[in-house]
């Protein structure tokens, strides 16, 4: 039963931090990259639609990006919703058949202020994984009538190392990230 549990722990605190390694991808650095453009949704005929499936998106050159769709009619909604997606700073441009953004050097004042941003994510993060802590030690205290007190015990022990594995591996992700935003 025990090892049920922390089974559950592993795989929900798994994908916090799955999550919150998508959500350090969405921070721009440098380059430009696909994954930037992951959570912008495209109105597409009223529909808050996302823009992979809208298009397709290639990367030429390290600071451009071409957005090709799929449909010619999307066109300038594509464009607006790029431009209205907030800490990007893209400026694109719409050449009748494709969209062109090119992302602008980041200065040191903004690399700074995406540090802080990342940061905040990762907080974040780590704040979930503690609320499935917190979560996983209420089960293990609801089993006390079928287990013996030194197995509950023990489980707390194993749930305090699991917990502490995954907020090392958001710290692991965060200090690349930082690196990475950091790296001129």
């Not at 974040?124 to 197995?151: F, N, P, W, Y």
């Not at 594995?165 to 965060?174: G, P, R, Y």
Request: hydrophobic share 40%; glycine share 4%; aromatic share 4%.
């Amino acid at each position: 039963m025990i090892a049920d549990v922390l089974a559950e722990a592993t795989s929900r605190m798994d994908r916090a931090v799955d999550a919150a390694k998508e959500d350090f991808s969405t921070v721009r650095t440098g380059r430009a990259n696909p994954q930037l453009f992951q959570k912008v949704l495209v109105d597409y005929y009223g529909t808050p639609t996302p823009l992979q499936q809208l298009a397709s998106l290639a990367n030429p050159e390290a600071r451009t990006l071409i957005v090709t769709p799929y449909d010619k009619s999307a066109l300038k909604a594509i464009e607006d919703a790029i431009r209205d997606m907030p800490n990007l700073g893209a400026n694109p441009s719409n050449d009748g058949n494709m969209i062109r953004i090119t992302m602008p050097e980041l200065t040191s004042e903004r690399r700074k202020e995406f540090v802080k941003l990342v940061r905040a994510k990762g907080e974040d993060a780590k704040v979930r994984i503690r609320g499935i802590r917190r979560q996983i030690k209420d089960d293990l205290d609801s089993l006390k009538d079928e287990i013996g007190e030194d197995d509950i015990v023990r489980g707390e022990k194993e749930l305090d190392a699991i917990t502490k594995a995954h907020v090392d591996k958001i710290d692991e992700a965060l200090k690349h990230k930082e690196a990475e935003l950091l790296e001129v």
